[in-house]
Protein backbone atom coordinates (compact mmCIF):
# COMPACT_ATOMS: atom_id res chain seq x y z
CA UNK A 1 0.00 0.00 0.00
CA UNK A 2 1.03 3.56 -0.93
CA UNK A 3 2.87 4.97 2.21
CA UNK A 4 1.68 8.57 1.16
CA UNK A 5 -2.81 8.61 0.54
CA UNK A 6 -4.68 11.39 -1.13
CA UNK A 7 -8.01 12.59 0.78
CA UNK A 8 -9.93 9.50 -0.78
CA UNK A 9 -7.66 6.87 -0.34
CA UNK A 10 -7.76 8.14 3.40
CA UNK A 11 -11.37 8.45 3.10
CA UNK A 12 -11.90 5.20 2.40
CA UNK A 13 -9.36 3.26 4.55
CA UNK A 14 -10.91 5.42 7.25
CA UNK A 15 -14.68 3.67 6.36
CA UNK A 16 -13.04 -0.20 5.59
CA UNK A 17 -10.86 0.27 9.01
CA UNK A 18 -14.87 1.26 11.06
CA UNK A 19 -16.59 -1.39 9.62
CA UNK A 20 -13.78 -4.30 10.21
CA UNK A 21 -13.85 -3.11 14.11
CA UNK A 22 -17.75 -3.72 14.13
CA UNK A 23 -17.38 -6.91 12.58
CA UNK A 24 -16.44 -10.63 13.21
CA UNK A 25 -13.98 -12.25 11.22
CA UNK A 26 -14.33 -15.92 10.54
CA UNK A 27 -11.82 -17.64 8.36
CA UNK A 28 -11.91 -21.92 8.32
CA UNK A 29 -8.08 -22.94 9.04
CA UNK A 30 -6.89 -19.91 9.51
CA UNK A 31 -3.43 -20.82 11.05
CA UNK A 32 -2.90 -22.63 7.63
CA UNK A 33 -3.49 -20.09 5.11
CA UNK A 34 -1.35 -17.97 3.62
CA UNK A 35 -2.70 -14.15 3.34
CA UNK A 36 -1.85 -11.79 0.90
CA UNK A 37 -2.95 -8.14 1.20
CA UNK A 38 -3.56 -5.11 -1.94
CA UNK A 39 -4.32 -1.73 -2.12
CA UNK A 40 -5.26 1.40 -4.56
CA UNK A 41 -3.00 -0.03 -7.35
CA UNK A 42 -2.62 -4.04 -7.11
CA UNK A 43 -4.85 -6.31 -5.60
CA UNK A 44 -2.30 -8.30 -4.00
CA UNK A 45 0.98 -6.22 -3.18
CA UNK A 46 2.58 -8.12 -0.68
CA UNK A 47 2.03 -12.02 0.99
CA UNK A 48 3.11 -14.87 2.93
CA UNK A 49 1.37 -13.18 6.05
CA UNK A 50 0.00 -15.91 8.26
CA UNK A 51 -2.71 -15.35 11.92
CA UNK A 52 -3.13 -17.87 14.18
CA UNK A 53 -6.66 -17.45 14.65
CA UNK A 54 -9.79 -14.69 13.74
CA UNK A 55 -8.96 -12.57 15.94
CA UNK A 56 -5.76 -11.58 15.51
CA UNK A 57 -6.37 -11.24 11.55
CA UNK A 58 -9.21 -8.55 12.68
CA UNK A 59 -6.62 -6.53 14.99
CA UNK A 60 -4.31 -6.83 11.85
CA UNK A 61 -7.84 -5.20 9.30
CA UNK A 62 -8.62 -2.84 11.80
CA UNK A 63 -4.91 -1.50 12.08
CA UNK A 64 -3.69 -1.24 8.79
CA UNK A 65 -7.08 -1.95 6.54
CA UNK A 66 -5.49 -3.10 3.12
CA UNK A 67 -8.20 -2.58 0.39
CA UNK A 68 -8.22 -6.06 -0.62
CA UNK A 69 -7.25 -9.02 1.42
CA UNK A 70 -6.79 -12.74 -0.02
CA UNK A 71 -6.00 -15.69 1.12
CA UNK A 72 -4.82 -19.48 0.25
CA UNK A 73 -6.72 -21.92 -1.36
CA UNK A 74 -4.13 -24.22 -0.05
CA UNK A 75 -3.49 -24.95 3.73
CA UNK A 76 -0.01 -24.93 4.51
CA UNK A 77 2.60 -26.43 7.48
CA UNK A 78 4.06 -22.71 7.44
CA UNK A 79 1.87 -20.54 5.71
CA UNK A 80 4.51 -17.24 6.32
CA UNK A 81 7.83 -19.40 4.95
CA UNK A 82 9.42 -18.51 1.55
CA UNK A 83 10.15 -19.62 -0.98
CA UNK A 84 6.87 -21.72 -2.08
CA UNK A 85 8.10 -25.12 -1.58
CA UNK A 86 9.20 -24.26 2.38
CA UNK A 87 5.41 -23.91 2.95
CA UNK A 88 4.77 -27.86 3.13
CA UNK A 89 1.83 -27.89 1.40
CA UNK A 90 -0.76 -30.17 3.08
CA UNK A 91 -3.96 -29.88 0.34
CA UNK A 92 -6.17 -27.31 -0.63
CA UNK A 93 -9.92 -26.21 -1.28
CA UNK A 94 -11.30 -26.70 -5.26
CA UNK A 95 -12.34 -23.22 -5.73
CA UNK A 96 -14.11 -21.88 -9.09
CA UNK A 97 -14.24 -17.86 -9.56
CA UNK A 98 -17.23 -16.62 -12.27
CA UNK A 99 -16.96 -13.53 -13.18
CA UNK A 100 -19.29 -11.55 -15.59
CA UNK A 101 -16.72 -9.98 -17.52
CA UNK A 102 -15.71 -14.17 -18.63
CA UNK A 103 -19.39 -13.96 -20.42
CA UNK A 104 -20.70 -12.56 -23.33
CA UNK A 105 -23.12 -9.88 -22.26
CA UNK A 106 -24.41 -7.23 -24.34
CA UNK A 107 -25.45 -5.17 -21.02
CA UNK A 108 -20.95 -4.52 -20.74
CA UNK A 109 -21.31 -3.02 -24.12
CA UNK A 110 -24.16 -0.81 -22.92
CA UNK A 111 -22.52 0.32 -19.26
CA UNK A 112 -18.70 -0.78 -19.87
CA UNK A 113 -16.47 -3.14 -18.64
CA UNK A 114 -16.24 -2.69 -15.29
CA UNK A 115 -19.08 -1.91 -14.21
CA UNK A 116 -21.94 -4.23 -13.26
CA UNK A 117 -26.10 -4.47 -13.23
CA UNK A 118 -28.69 -7.01 -12.59
CA UNK A 119 -28.18 -8.79 -15.87
CA UNK A 120 -24.58 -9.44 -15.54
CA UNK A 121 -24.93 -10.33 -11.85
CA UNK A 122 -28.48 -12.79 -12.84
CA UNK A 123 -26.12 -14.22 -15.51
CA UNK A 124 -23.04 -15.37 -13.24
CA UNK A 125 -25.72 -16.36 -10.89
CA UNK A 126 -27.37 -18.54 -13.31
CA UNK A 127 -24.23 -19.72 -14.73
CA UNK A 128 -22.89 -20.68 -10.72
CA UNK A 129 -25.99 -22.61 -9.64
CA UNK A 130 -25.64 -24.54 -13.16
CA UNK A 131 -21.87 -25.34 -12.28
CA UNK A 132 -23.38 -26.94 -8.70
CA UNK A 133 -26.36 -28.65 -10.31
CA UNK A 134 -25.71 -29.45 -13.29
CA UNK A 135 -21.57 -30.77 -13.01
CA UNK A 136 -20.50 -30.75 -9.54
CA UNK A 137 -23.63 -32.80 -7.44
CA UNK A 138 -24.42 -35.08 -10.55
CA UNK A 139 -21.35 -35.66 -11.65
CA UNK A 140 -18.97 -35.48 -9.44
CA UNK A 141 -20.60 -36.55 -6.40
CA UNK A 142 -19.89 -33.66 -4.24
CA UNK A 143 -21.86 -32.22 -1.72
CA UNK A 144 -23.99 -28.78 -1.36
CA UNK A 145 -23.28 -29.15 2.39
CA UNK A 146 -19.67 -29.05 1.59
CA UNK A 147 -19.79 -26.42 -0.20
CA UNK A 148 -19.40 -22.68 -0.17
CA UNK A 149 -20.97 -19.74 -2.00
CA UNK A 150 -19.59 -16.00 -1.54
CA UNK A 151 -20.05 -12.74 -3.71
CA UNK A 152 -16.47 -11.71 -5.34
CA UNK A 153 -17.15 -8.80 -3.81
CA UNK A 154 -17.45 -7.32 -7.68
CA UNK A 155 -18.72 -8.54 -10.63
CA UNK A 156 -18.99 -12.30 -9.79
CA UNK A 157 -19.35 -15.59 -7.42
CA UNK A 158 -16.87 -17.82 -5.75
CA UNK A 159 -17.83 -21.65 -4.62
CA UNK A 160 -15.40 -23.12 -2.43
CA UNK A 161 -15.36 -27.16 -2.27
CA UNK A 162 -13.95 -28.12 0.82
CA UNK A 163 -14.18 -31.80 1.16
CA UNK A 164 -11.67 -34.30 1.83
CA UNK A 165 -11.97 -36.06 -1.63
CA UNK A 166 -10.99 -33.04 -3.52
CA UNK A 167 -8.11 -31.72 -0.75
CA UNK A 168 -5.37 -33.67 -2.21
CA UNK A 169 -6.09 -33.08 -5.74
CA UNK A 170 -2.81 -31.53 -7.70
CA UNK A 171 -2.82 -29.28 -10.68
CA UNK A 172 -3.20 -31.49 -12.94
CA UNK A 173 -6.25 -33.53 -11.46
CA UNK A 174 -7.95 -30.22 -10.88
CA UNK A 175 -6.76 -28.93 -14.55
CA UNK A 176 -9.08 -32.33 -15.60
CA UNK A 177 -11.79 -30.98 -13.39
CA UNK A 178 -12.15 -27.60 -15.46
CA UNK A 179 -11.65 -29.16 -18.73
CA UNK A 180 -14.62 -31.62 -18.15
CA UNK A 181 -16.66 -28.78 -17.46
CA UNK A 182 -15.74 -26.68 -20.21
CA UNK A 183 -17.06 -29.84 -22.31
CA UNK A 184 -13.03 -29.08 -24.11
CA UNK A 185 -12.00 -32.27 -25.87
CA UNK A 186 -16.01 -33.61 -26.54
CA UNK A 187 -15.70 -35.66 -28.97
CA UNK A 188 -19.16 -34.98 -31.01
CA UNK A 189 -18.33 -38.80 -33.00
CA UNK A 190 -18.70 -40.76 -29.84
CA UNK A 191 -22.08 -38.25 -28.90
CA UNK A 192 -23.98 -38.80 -32.44
CA UNK A 193 -23.21 -41.93 -34.84
CA UNK A 194 -25.08 -44.03 -37.43
CA UNK A 195 -26.71 -47.70 -36.35
CA UNK A 196 -27.76 -49.01 -39.54
CA UNK A 197 -29.95 -46.49 -41.12
CA UNK A 198 -30.87 -44.93 -38.07
CA UNK A 199 -29.03 -41.45 -36.14
CA UNK A 200 -28.82 -42.70 -32.28
CA UNK A 201 -27.56 -40.55 -29.75
CA UNK A 202 -27.32 -39.83 -25.96
CA UNK A 203 -30.57 -40.57 -23.75
CA UNK A 204 -31.97 -38.35 -21.77
CA UNK A 205 -31.65 -40.07 -18.81
CA UNK A 206 -27.97 -40.44 -19.41
CA UNK A 207 -25.17 -38.72 -17.02
CA UNK A 208 -22.55 -36.72 -17.74
CA UNK A 209 -22.42 -34.90 -21.01
CA UNK A 210 -24.44 -37.04 -23.12
CA UNK A 211 -27.55 -36.45 -20.69
CA UNK A 212 -26.53 -32.94 -20.49
CA UNK A 213 -26.90 -32.44 -24.12
CA UNK A 214 -30.21 -34.79 -24.56
CA UNK A 215 -31.89 -32.91 -22.07
CA UNK A 216 -30.94 -28.85 -22.82
CA UNK A 217 -32.45 -30.03 -26.41
CA UNK A 218 -35.41 -31.29 -25.16
CA UNK A 219 -36.01 -28.09 -22.94
CA UNK A 220 -35.51 -25.98 -25.99
CA UNK A 221 -37.88 -28.14 -27.76
CA UNK A 222 -40.39 -27.99 -25.44
CA UNK A 223 -39.74 -23.98 -24.67
CA UNK A 224 -39.76 -23.79 -28.49
CA UNK A 225 -36.59 -21.84 -28.16
CA UNK A 226 -34.54 -24.01 -31.08
CA UNK A 227 -33.77 -20.91 -32.60
CA UNK A 228 -31.04 -20.06 -29.72
CA UNK A 229 -29.15 -23.73 -30.95
CA UNK A 230 -28.35 -21.30 -34.33
CA UNK A 231 -30.78 -24.20 -36.50
CA UNK A 232 -32.39 -22.68 -39.59
CA UNK A 233 -36.04 -22.02 -39.22
CA UNK A 234 -37.41 -24.49 -41.79
CA UNK A 235 -36.17 -27.07 -39.87
CA UNK A 236 -37.00 -26.15 -36.83
CA UNK A 237 -40.53 -25.93 -37.61
CA UNK A 238 -40.30 -29.41 -38.70
CA UNK A 239 -39.05 -30.09 -35.31
CA UNK A 240 -42.30 -27.92 -33.62
CA UNK A 241 -44.68 -30.10 -35.79
CA UNK A 242 -43.50 -33.31 -34.77
CA UNK A 243 -42.68 -32.10 -30.98
CA UNK A 244 -44.01 -35.23 -29.40
CA UNK A 245 -42.42 -37.54 -31.74
CA UNK A 246 -39.09 -35.89 -31.22
CA UNK A 247 -39.54 -36.12 -27.62
CA UNK A 248 -40.23 -39.44 -27.44
CA UNK A 249 -37.39 -40.37 -29.25
CA UNK A 250 -35.00 -38.49 -27.46
CA UNK A 251 -36.02 -40.54 -24.44
CA UNK A 252 -34.81 -43.85 -25.92
CA UNK A 253 -32.10 -42.37 -27.81
CA UNK A 254 -33.34 -42.10 -31.55
CA UNK A 255 -32.58 -38.91 -32.81
CA UNK A 256 -33.59 -39.82 -36.12
CA UNK A 257 -37.31 -38.86 -36.16
CA UNK A 258 -36.95 -35.90 -38.63
CA UNK A 259 -34.55 -36.74 -41.87
CA UNK A 260 -32.47 -35.01 -42.34
CA UNK A 261 -30.03 -34.64 -45.82
CA UNK A 262 -26.63 -34.85 -43.62
CA UNK A 263 -27.65 -36.30 -39.85
CA UNK A 264 -23.90 -36.79 -38.76
CA UNK A 265 -23.02 -33.11 -39.69
CA UNK A 266 -25.96 -31.52 -38.18
CA UNK A 267 -26.18 -32.98 -34.77
CA UNK A 268 -22.16 -32.82 -34.23
CA UNK A 269 -23.24 -28.75 -35.27
CA UNK A 270 -25.31 -28.88 -32.60
CA UNK A 271 -24.06 -30.37 -30.15
CA UNK A 272 -20.75 -28.28 -30.54
CA UNK A 273 -23.42 -25.59 -30.07
CA UNK A 274 -24.61 -27.04 -26.92
CA UNK A 275 -20.84 -27.71 -25.50
CA UNK A 276 -20.38 -24.02 -25.56
CA UNK A 277 -24.07 -23.20 -24.06
CA UNK A 278 -23.35 -25.50 -21.19
CA UNK A 279 -19.54 -25.59 -20.82
CA UNK A 280 -19.54 -23.57 -17.27
CA UNK A 281 -17.62 -20.26 -17.83
CA UNK A 282 -15.49 -20.54 -15.09
CA UNK A 283 -11.74 -18.62 -14.69
CA UNK A 284 -9.82 -21.34 -15.95
CA UNK A 285 -6.92 -20.21 -14.47
CA UNK A 286 -8.27 -20.32 -10.81
CA UNK A 287 -9.70 -23.55 -10.33
CA UNK A 288 -6.11 -25.45 -11.43
CA UNK A 289 -3.69 -23.93 -8.89
CA UNK A 290 -3.83 -25.55 -5.88
CA UNK A 291 -1.80 -22.18 -4.25
CA UNK A 292 -3.90 -19.41 -5.71
CA UNK A 293 -4.72 -16.36 -2.97
CA UNK A 294 -8.06 -15.32 -3.69
CA UNK A 295 -10.71 -12.95 -2.07
CA UNK A 296 -11.31 -13.90 1.56
CA UNK A 297 -15.24 -14.57 2.06
CA UNK A 298 -16.95 -11.59 3.79
CA UNK A 299 -14.04 -8.69 3.48
CA UNK A 300 -14.66 -5.95 1.26
CA UNK A 301 -13.67 -5.56 -2.18
CA UNK A 302 -11.07 -2.46 -2.87
CA UNK A 303 -12.77 -1.82 -6.02
CA UNK A 304 -16.32 -0.97 -4.65
CA UNK A 305 -16.75 -0.97 -1.00
CA UNK A 306 -19.18 -3.99 -1.30
CA UNK A 307 -18.32 -7.13 1.17
CA UNK A 308 -17.47 -10.49 -0.74
CA UNK A 309 -20.49 -11.56 1.32
CA UNK A 310 -21.07 -15.56 2.06
CA UNK A 311 -24.50 -16.66 1.03
CA UNK A 312 -26.71 -20.43 1.67
CA UNK A 313 -29.44 -19.09 -0.59
CA UNK A 314 -27.59 -17.83 -4.06
CA UNK A 315 -31.20 -17.47 -5.88
CA UNK A 316 -32.71 -14.92 -3.29
CA UNK A 317 -29.03 -13.63 -2.44
CA UNK A 318 -29.25 -9.75 -4.12
CA UNK A 319 -25.41 -9.13 -4.48
CA UNK A 320 -25.62 -4.98 -4.85
CA UNK A 321 -28.27 -4.89 -2.14
CA UNK A 322 -26.49 -7.75 0.24
CA UNK A 323 -23.43 -7.07 0.13
CA UNK A 324 -23.57 -3.34 0.64
CA UNK A 325 -22.25 -2.50 4.29
CA UNK A 326 -21.65 1.12 4.20
CA UNK A 327 -24.96 3.47 4.55
CA UNK A 328 -27.25 4.24 1.95
CA UNK A 329 -30.49 5.00 3.76
CA UNK A 330 -29.51 8.49 5.10
CA UNK A 331 -28.61 7.30 8.41
CA UNK A 332 -25.50 9.26 8.13
CA UNK A 333 -24.42 12.53 6.61
CA UNK A 334 -23.99 11.46 2.82
CA UNK A 335 -20.88 12.15 0.99
CA UNK A 336 -20.60 15.13 -1.25
CA UNK A 337 -18.38 14.35 -4.24
CA UNK A 338 -17.43 15.29 -8.10
CA UNK A 339 -18.11 12.13 -10.39
CA UNK A 340 -16.02 12.65 -14.10
CA UNK A 341 -17.69 9.85 -15.43
CA UNK A 342 -20.57 6.94 -14.06
CA UNK A 343 -22.71 4.68 -16.16
CA UNK A 344 -26.03 4.22 -14.41
CA UNK A 345 -25.48 1.67 -11.31
CA UNK A 346 -28.02 0.10 -8.43
CA UNK A 347 -27.16 -0.12 -5.21
CA UNK A 348 -29.64 -1.39 -2.37
CA UNK A 349 -33.15 0.07 -3.61
CA UNK A 350 -31.99 3.01 -5.75
CA UNK A 351 -31.02 3.93 -8.74
CA UNK A 352 -27.97 6.36 -9.22
CA UNK A 353 -26.90 7.91 -12.15
CA UNK A 354 -25.40 8.06 -14.97
CA UNK A 355 -23.35 11.01 -14.05
CA UNK A 356 -20.48 13.36 -16.26
CA UNK A 357 -18.49 16.02 -14.41
CA UNK A 358 -21.31 16.38 -12.08
CA UNK A 359 -20.74 16.91 -8.13
CA UNK A 360 -23.77 16.30 -5.44
CA UNK A 361 -24.26 14.18 -2.32
CA UNK A 362 -24.38 10.93 -2.35
CA UNK A 363 -25.57 7.83 0.29
CA UNK A 364 -21.87 6.88 1.99
CA UNK A 365 -22.09 3.63 0.16
CA UNK A 366 -22.96 4.97 -3.35
CA UNK A 367 -19.96 7.40 -2.97
CA UNK A 368 -17.90 5.00 -1.56
CA UNK A 369 -18.41 2.85 -4.17
CA UNK A 370 -17.78 5.63 -7.10
CA UNK A 371 -14.76 6.77 -5.30
CA UNK A 372 -13.28 3.11 -5.19
CA UNK A 373 -13.76 2.66 -9.17
CA UNK A 374 -11.70 5.64 -9.16
CA UNK A 375 -14.67 7.72 -10.92
CA UNK A 376 -15.08 9.79 -8.27
CA UNK A 377 -13.20 12.23 -5.78
CA UNK A 378 -14.13 14.05 -2.73
CA UNK A 379 -15.73 17.51 -3.95
Known amino acids: ?42 KIESRHASFMNNDELKSYLVRNTPLYISYSVAFYEFPEARPMEKKNWKGAELVFDLDADHLQLACIAKHGKGWVCDECINAVKSETMKLIEEFLVPDFGLKKEEMSINFSGNRGFHVHVSSDEVSGLDGYARREVVDYIMGTGLDEAGVFYKEGTRMRGPKL ?7 KIARTFAEKLEEQKLNELGIHTRTINRFYEKKKEVAEGLANGNWDVIHLPKPEEFWREISAKLKVNLGDQIDQMVTPDATKLIRVPDSLHGETGLAARKTSNL ?53 IYLICKKAAVLA
Not at 205 to 211: A, L, S, V
Open 1 to 42: MQLVASNEQEFVLKKFSEHYSRSAQSVRKISEREFGFGGWDK
Open 205 to 211: GEGGWRG
Open 315 to 367: EKFDALKDAAVFDLNGKTNGVRVKVMKAPAFRLGEQTFGPYENYTLTLPEAAA
